[in-house]
């Protein structure tokens, strides 16, 4: 590298405050990772987001709740309007339904699990979030599982899975598979709110199926746990 082209290399550096400061004004910055040193740190930059519209539109961003070193980690879609009023993930009827799912096996919404969304503002009418605005949402997203480190990522619906893996298979294809994503474990599992419109506990019916992989998440947790 010339002189010239290592001094322009330099002032694009990302250690600069200035680029930081920019990350929540334009989708077309990167937030490398190691941006942030805390949740905290990246929920400040969510809540004056505006690298899509969605920002226009929100009451909060709505950026994580749990154990912040859950070995855990559960990803759903988006916000809907009792999570965008108060600002915490999975607390409607929905989020209810997942916390007595994992109860069901004896998994601790507030010790074992860190839960958070594809995209951290509410897509107006509950929509699924466009291409453009996971993929401005989602280096947040990135920083969060860096943070947080789980062994094992359940990813809430097909959104979710499409958003963090690029699959773009049905969520009844690839529900209570295995996959590995950037080093980690990853389940694709049905949405609560799919659960809550399908309610036939019927061998075969996604409430059943719902009820075998998160046995199978509980065996492999109890697996990861004892090789430690």
Request: proline fraction near 7%; hydrophobic fraction near 35%; glycine fraction near 8%.
């Given at each position: 590298?010339?002189n010239?082209?290592?001094?322009?290399?330099?002032?694009?550096?990302?250690?600069?405050?200035?680029?930081?400061e920019?990350?929540?004004?334009?989708?077309?910055?990167?937030?490398?990772?190691?941006?942030?040193?805390?949740?905290?740190?990246?929920a400040?930059?969510?809540?004056?987001?505006?690298?899509?519209?969605?920002?226009?539109?929100?009451?909060?961003?709505?950026?994580?709740?749990?154990?912040?070193?859950?070995?855990?980690m559960?990803?759903?879609?988006a916000?809907?309007?009792?999570?965008?009023?108060?600002?915490?993930?999975?607390?409607?009827?929905?989020?209810?339904?997942?916390?007595?799912?994992?109860a069901?096996?004896?998994?601790?919404?507030?010790?074992?699990?860190?839960?958070?969304?594809?995209?951290?503002?509410r897509?107006?009418g509950?929509?699924?979030?466009?291409?453009?605005?996971?993929?401005?949402?989602?280096?947040?997203?990135?920083?969060?599982?860096?943070?947080?480190?789980?062994?094992?990522?359940?990813?809430?619906?097909?959104?979710?899975?499409?958003?963090?893996?690029?699959?773009?298979?049905?969520?009844?294809?690839?529900?209570?598979?295995?996959?590995?994503?950037?080093?980690?474990?990853?389940?694709?599992?049905?949405?609560?709110?799919?659960?809550?419109?399908?309610?036939?506990?019927?061998?075969?019916?996604?409430?059943w199926?719902m009820?075998?992989?998160?046995?199978?998440?509980?065996?492999?947790?109890?697996?990861?746990?004892?090789?430690?």
């Open positions: 590298m010339s010239e082209q290592l001094s322009l290399f330099e002032e694009s550096n990302f250690d600069s405050n200035d680029q930081k920019l990350i929540p004004t334009n989708a077309k910055i990167p937030i490398p990772p190691g941006t942030y040193a805390s949740i905290t740190e990246v400040q930059h969510c809540n004056q987001c505006h690298r899509c519209g969605l920002g226009d539109t929100r009451t909060h961003a709505v950026v994580g709740r749990g154990n912040l070193k859950a070995p855990i559960v990803v759903g879609e916000p809907g309007q009792n999570e965008d009023e108060t600002g915490l993930p999975f607390v409607g009827k929905a989020g209810q339904l997942l916390e007595k799912i994992l069901s096996v004896n998994l601790d919404t507030e010790k074992d699990i860190f839960i958070s969304n594809i995209n951290k503002c897509p107006p509950n929509r699924v979030p466009t291409t453009e605005e996971m993929e401005a949402c989602k280096p947040y997203l990135l920083e969060q599982i860096r943070l947080v480190d789980p062994k094992i990522i359940l990813l809430a619906g097909a959104t979710a899975v499409k958003g963090l893996t690029g699959e773009k298979r049905a969520i009844t294809k690839i529900r209570g598979q295995w996959i590995e994503w950037d080093g980690r474990l990853c389940m694709p599992i049905f949405h609560p709110s799919y659960l809550l419109r399908n309610q036939s506990r019927e061998v075969g019916k996604p409430k199926l009820w075998q992989d998160v046995q199978a998440v509980r065996a492999k947790f109890d697996e990861i746990q004892n090789n430690h």
